[in-house]
């Protein structure tokens, strides 16, 4: 599931890294009542570029951790190495 929701967000953030405009116009016919009037200023077009390379790295960056992850994690082993405990009894 988590695999699925990072190629999304990876997916959606590579639309708007190549394409930004199509992005900022639907963007713009949702919030905006009257979306003719509304005119982008040339910094959101950047804006919506940089916001879309950001998604894909975080997206590939997860996918890359989900991918390298062991299957079967260690338990934490902080207090198995003979340390005594608040009433002297070991860890063992």
Do not use: I, M
């Given at each position: 599931m988590r695999a699925a929701l990072l190629l999304v967000v990876g997916l959606?953030?590579?639309?708007?890294?190549?394409?930004?405009?199509?992005?900022?116009?639907?963007?713009?016919?949702?919030?905006?009542?009257?979306?003719?009037?509304?005119?982008?200023?040339?910094?959101?077009?950047?804006?919506?570029?940089?916001?879309g390379a950001v998604l894909t790295l975080v997206s590939l960056v997860g996918l890359f951790r989900l991918a390298t992850a062991e299957s079967d994690p260690e338990p934490d082993t902080a207090l198995d190495d003979g340390a005594t405990g608040t009433d002297g009894r070991t860890g063992e």
């Open positions: 959606v953030g590579l639309v708007q890294t190549l394409a930004p405009r199509p992005v900022v116009r639907a963007w713009t016919r949702v919030v905006y009542r009257d979306a003719g009037d509304a005119e982008p200023r040339e910094w959101a077009y950047v804006a919506a570029r940089a916001e």
